[in-house]
């Protein structure tokens, strides 16, 4: 494993949350420091409500976690959490008859910023930051969802926090948009902690410096990129015809197969992808081990 920061920047520990007989949370523990990490996992595994709980909109049954060493425990502890932290949720909630200046200008008010001008220049600051200071004038409606996506984005950086949330902001966008907020989420984590839900592997892969994988509620793997790829060492190869011993297997344009799991003597190994060895964690007996050996709190 690689060295984190010490101290981290985000801490938490033994997080747990239940909604009825569904455990969302199950003893959670992580540590996050300046840069991007990546929280990977399938529907349902609790990322959201990961990212929920350490925004502190809604509290853990169990379990601590600090921000930029502030303890949400106590209301003074809480607020200072909320100062430090950008929020960009899965479903941004704007009004579509704002402009993204005004949309922006409202984050900011919530955010306390109390000084008109001050406030003014920090709204220029952040849609310029997303390269939307030309469409500020423009009712949110009008633009496109990449767009969108950015002013929801700019929202989140208004007042510099140290700590960025984002949860799912590639989904629906396309290639081209996709590429240009990875650069903005790169750059945002440059001296930044930024905690990062996504399906996309291809955004881990490009991005993220660490990646947490979830599932189930729990964490399956927290590493880098290239130890999670390393997870499917010596378990990738290519075919004629479909394995029927593998985990998985399909046809690629080339018209060989590509085969990921246990392979058989003699197989032709190529090299994984960060893809193959998630999907790899994500199995079963896999997951055993990765919580026992490989999950640090
Ligand atoms: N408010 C709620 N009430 C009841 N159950 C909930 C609530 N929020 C989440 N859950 C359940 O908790 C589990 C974790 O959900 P969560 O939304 O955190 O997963 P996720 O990893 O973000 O999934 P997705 O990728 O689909 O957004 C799921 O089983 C979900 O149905």
């Not at 959670?28 to 925004?55: E, F, I, W």
């Not at 903005?184 to 592997?201: K, P």
């Not at 896999?286 to 490989?294: I, L, P």
Request: glycine share 12%; aromatic share 6%; proline share 6%.
């Amino acid at each position: 494993m690689t060295d984190l920061p010490t101290p981290p920047t985000v801490s938490a520990a033994g997080l747990t949350l239940r909604y009825g007989s569904t455990a969302a949370l199950d003893d959670v523990s992580l540590r996050l420091g300046a840069g991007v990490t990546g929280l990977l996992g399938p529907n349902g595994a609790g990322k959201t409500t990961l990212l929920r709980v350490l925004a502190t909109a809604v509290p853990a049954d169990r379990g601590a976690f600090t921000v930029l060493g502030h303890d949400p425990n106590t209301t003074a502890g809480r607020q200072n959490v909320r100062r430090a932290l950008g929020y960009l949720p899965q479903t941004p909630g704007f009004h579509p008859d704002f402009t993204a200046f005004a949309f922006v200008d409202y984050v900011a008010i919530l955010k306390e910023m109390t000084n008109r001008a001050a406030r003014h220049r920090e709204v220029r600051r952040v849609l310029d930051e997303v390269g939307l200071g030309d469409v500020r004038g423009k009712r949110i409606r009008r633009l496109s969802g990449g767009m969108r996506q950015r002013v929801a984005l700019a929202a989140a950086l208004v007042g510099g926090p140290g700590f960025l949330v984002l949860d799912e902001p590639t989904v629906g966008l396309d290639p081209e948009q996709r590429m240009r907020f990875r650069e903005l989420i790169a750059s945002a984590g440059e001296g930044r902690t930024v905690l990062l839900s996504t399906h996309q592997t291809e955004d881990v892969a490009m991005l993220c410096h660490r990646v947490i994988v979830m599932a189930g509620g729990v964490v399956r793997f927290e590493g880098t990129p290239a130890e999670l790829t390393a997870r499917a060492d010596g378990r990738v190869w290519s075919s004629t015809e479909r394995d029927p011993g593998a985990r998985a297997g399909w046809r690629t344009g080339t018209g060989s197969f590509r085969n990921v799991g246990d392979p058989p003597e003699g197989a032709t190994l190529v090299e994984p992808t960060l893809e193959d060895g998630y999907l790899l964690t994500l199995d079963a007996s896999d997951a055993a081990s990765a919580s026992s050996s490989e999950v640090t709190a």
